[in-house]
């Protein structure tokens, strides 16, 4: 009777503990908010699929974020945020053909299998399709979508941690793309992938050595030839001699927000030749330098932009600021402070690249300029009689609301005449003189 007791104490005690390790082992291996595997889980169970890799079959890792997740959480709060990530989260536990994984925040990986590669990309097509509309309903205002980079592997025995950055490099390649969101990983992006590296590993000690040269384009008077003022440009000299073309490094350096550092680094170099200029009794023209979107994405560029001005006993009248229009987009309430901040202080600031993105005329308004530079594509259609109607009504509606006009990429002479005939007073483009070493433009315009 006494043995009989023990042996069902025992057993009795023994089946909660079991239950309370079952517990623990699935929260190990689970996200508490999602449900979904963590990384190392995930892998585990990734690798057991794998095991039976059948040659007729397709799998694919699947990178996804959510667009723009911090102003979810910034504007409605992290319990918002939250019951999007589950959202999402259920999206991804809904197929027996696929394993799901919160990395952190709002980073998944996926991998999901299939007979045929368009069935696994079309479950990818409509899952994101669907919680996009999905999160519509809820936030109209606010344009909620994924962002998502997907490899095909090509054999069971692939290094898991490069199949899964593989896909990642593809979603980084089209993040902040105002058309795709997905796309399917390219060999070449590897490649690419090293080249950003090699920039980012030599961009400081580059920038210490002297390696990056400030350019200047000159402005022009369209009607008489006269130098206006002039754009601050750079250039990377390589140790070979060779010159690096911006369009190369300069979009690596905005991702890695290095763009900053050369932004500054570049606005110094003017403000010292600007110091020389007037030490030697001669009028500086005004020059504009250009300052990223990345600038505001920390506290702006007012106070050290100022501080350095200031440093350099310069007025901040011969300094112009320009801005892209798509900041006009993202980050409004700060760019529209530190432009009013800027303008009050004495700076001229102007618009780059007007009419290239979703900006309007009414933003104008809110956020006023001095100068709107219009981008290049403008002339070089076929300027008949409706585009010459409607460059010159846009045109006066700009310079309505006291903002100057500045066409950009003027290369023929008929160009010229044809802004001249629509009323306009300012340009630059190499019909008047190209980007050249601000010691050249120095030797050359500051006589």
Not at 297 to 303: L, N
Not at 363 to 392: C, T, W, Y
Request: charged fraction near 30%; include cysteine; glycine fraction near 8%.
């Amino acid at each position: 009777m006494d043995g009989k007791n023990i042996r069902i104490k025992v057993s009795s005690n023994r089946e909660p503990r079991l239950q309370g390790q079952s517990r623990i082992f699935h929260l190990k291996r689970r996200d508490p908010l999602t449900g979904l595997y963590l990384e190392k889980a995930f892998k585990n169970k990734v690798k057991e699929k794998l095991e039976g890799w059948q040659d007729n079959m397709e799998y694919a890792f699947v990178y996804t974020d959510i667009n723009d997740f911090s102003y979810i959480n910034d504007n409605f709060g992290h319990s918002a945020g939250n019951e999007i990530l589950k959202s999402l989260a259920s999206y991804l536990r809904k197929g027996d053909n696929m394993i799901s994984c919160r990395l952190y925040s709002d980073l998944f990986v996926i991998f999901l299998w299939d007979t045929e590669r368009d069935a696994v990309l079309q479950n990818i097509v409509n899952t994101s399709l669907e919680f996009s509309r999905k999160q519509k309903e809820i936030y109209p205002s606010c344009g909620i979508r994924l962002t998502t980079g997907i490899y095909f592997m090509e054999h069971k025995d692939e290094n898991l941690d490069v199949a899964i950055e593989n896909a990642n490099l593809t979603r980084k390649s089209i993040k902040g793309s105002s058309t795709a969101f997905c796309h399917v990983y390219e060999s070449k992006m590897r490649s690419q992938r090293e080249e950003e590296k090699q920039v980012l590993a030599d961009f400081q000690e580059s920038l210490k050595e002297g390696g990056f040269e400030v350019y200047v384009q000159p402005k022009f008077f369209l009607s008489r030839f006269e130098l206006y003022g002039g754009e601050a440009l750079v250039r990377w000299r390589k140790e070979n001699g060779r010159i690096e073309s911006p369009d190369f490094f300069i979009p690596i350096l905005e991702k890695s927000g290095y763009i900053v550092e050369l932004d500054f680094y570049v606005y110094e170099q003017v403000l010292i030749y600007m110091r020389s200029w007037l030490e030697e009794g001669k009028e500086p023209p005004v020059i504009s330098v250009n300052f990223s979107r990345g600038h505001f994405e920390g506290e702006g560029i007012y106070r050290r932009i100022l501080s350095m001005t200031k440093a350099y006993r310069i007025e901040p009248k011969y300094i112009e600021i320009e801005i892209t229009e798509s900041l006009l987009i993202t980050g409004y309430d700060l760019v529209k402070a530190e432009v009013n901040q800027l303008r009050q202080a004495g700076f001229r600031v102007a618009i780059d690249d007007f009419g290239t993105g979703y900006s309007s005329l009414g933003m104008l308004l809110d956020i006023p300029a001095d100068v709107v530079k219009i981008d290049k594509s403008f002339l070089h259609r076929e300027n008949g009689g409706n585009e010459k109607e409607f460059i010159q009504n846009m045109g006066r509606l700009i310079e309505s609301i006291q903002e100057e006009v500045i066409f950009e990429g003027i290369e023929t002479e008929e160009q010229r005449e044809f802004l001249v005939d629509c009323g306009f007073r300012l340009g630059q483009g190499f019909l008047f003189d190209e980007p050249m070493p601000i010691e050249v433009f120095q030797e050359k315009y500051m006589k």
